[in-house]
């Protein structure tokens, strides 16, 4: 939101809060995740088809481990996560395409 959305931090803080204080639960990242996020790019990383960074496979791994779905812009995430049975919501990029 800063860098790409050319927003003030602290209007992005400010929001971040809002979503804390609206239910918004943020969880650790605990080694069990940290493995699984690490076999996970290992395994479905490629340049053009599935570019996920590490922090894509934390956010995918933390999903996995939960339960929970993925909500994402990013279509390279959305597929790996289909791929590993991860329901996804998609969210319309910077552009407003949707995953």
Not at 20 to 33: M, N, T
Not at 55 to 61: E, F
Not at 64 to 71: E, F, M, N, R
């Amino acid at each position: 939101m800063i860098r790409i959305g050319g927003r003030h931090e602290q209007d992005v803080r400010d929001r971040i809060d809002w979503l804390l204080a609206s239910g918004l639960e943020v969880q650790p990242v605990w080694l069990s995740i940290a493995r699984t996020a690490a076999s996970i790019r290992a395994g479905h990383y490629h340049r053009e088809r599935a570019p996920i960074s590490r922090a894509d496979a934390v956010c995918l791994a933390t999903a996995v481990a939960l339960g929970a779905d993925l909500a994402t812009s990013d279509r390279g995430l959305a597929a790996v996560a289909a791929a590993l049975g991860v329901e996804v919501v998609a969210l319309p990029d910077s552009s407003g395409r949707q995953a």
